[in-house]
Structures are given as structure tokens and as C-alpha cells.
């Protein structure tokens, strides 16, 4: 467990995360295969080399699982006791295979769960970045977090 309890999770606090993540084309074309998706953009080279981005996109799909996945270690490891909603999600900037993702969390929203009250529900803000800075992704993220246990 290397999560923060809902107690730590104040609002204002920002992490920046310590894993960063460079995209193979092997990660892209995995993930589009098994989700089922035949859009050539993110698959066919020739296609897209015709496109206005010039090569295959990552699938935006896997950039956000890859958001929320950076951010686990240190904020929901252990702690979360459930995943309960992605809004806002925007993706301002396109992937590209080779481009390395980094990111950093707002705690925006902590309040008490007022059906569970061994829980708190936190709103995270998770702004992704490439390796020139460019925003790729936000995504607001609602958790049921559990409550530090009593000693």
C-alpha cells in the first residue's frame, strides 16, 4: 500500500508524479486491437502518413488509462476503495509512439461519504504532459477513498 487515505487527500494538494512512461507502437496497436477498434489512424501507417498529423496516433483510450495508471502509486495504491466516475476529459494535444507522459494530480474536491462513514469521496485533477510539455490530456477523476484505520 502506497496510497494516500482520504484524510491526506486535502484540497489544493498537487503531486507530481514519479513514474513517467514512454509510448511504444506495440502499447498502441496492442490496445486498439483488443478494445476492438479498426481506426486506421492509430493502425496503418500509409493511412495516416496521409492525414494532417503525418503518422498513426496512440489511441486516446490507452492515453487516459495511462493517465489515471501513473498516478496510482502514489495516490490510490491500497486506498481506493472504488473508482467512481472520469468527467471533464479532454485530450488538447495528440500522442505520438515515442512520446513520454508524465503526470500530476490536483486533489480539486475531499468531502465526507455521507452513506459510508469509513470513506470520503475525492475529486482528482490529472493533467498529463509529453516530453515538450504539451498538455495531452485532463481528465477529472472521482474516488471512494477509505479512511486511515484506526491505530
Known amino acids: ?21 514512454t509510448v511504444t507502437e506495440t502499447d498502441n496497436v496492442l490496445f486498439t486491437t483488443m478494445t476492438m477498434n479498426p481506426a486506421p ?9 496521409r492525414t494532417e498529423f503525418g503518422r498513426p496516433l496512440v489511441n486516446s483510450m490507452f492515453t487516459l488509462a495511462l493517465v489515471v495508471g501513473l498516478s496510482v502509486p502514489e495516490l490510490t495504491l491500497g486506498t481506493i476503495v472504488a473508482q467512481l466516475g472520469l ?3 479532454t485530450f488538447p494535444a495528440p500522442v505520438f509512439h515515442g512520446d513520454t507522459i508524465r503526470v500530476e494530480t490536483e486533489v480539486v474536491e475531499a468531502r465526507e461519504s455521507r452513506s459510508r462513514p469509513d470513506a470520503g469521496i475525492v475529486v482528482f485533477a490529472h493533467r498529463a504532459r509529453n516530453q515538450r510539455n504539451d498538455l495531452v490530456c485532463s481528465v477529472r477523476r ?8 484506526a491505530s
Open 87 to 89: 468527467t471533464d476529459c
Open 1 to 21: 500500500m502506497s496510497g494516500l487515505w482520504f484524510e491526506d487527500l486535502t484540497e489544493g494538494l498537487v503531486v507530481e508524479h514519479a513514474t513517467r512512461r
Open 41 to 49: 489512424l492509430h493502425l496503418d501507417h500509409d493511412y495516416a502518413s
Open 142 to 149: 472521482t474516488g471512494l477513498m477509505h479512511r486511515r484505520p
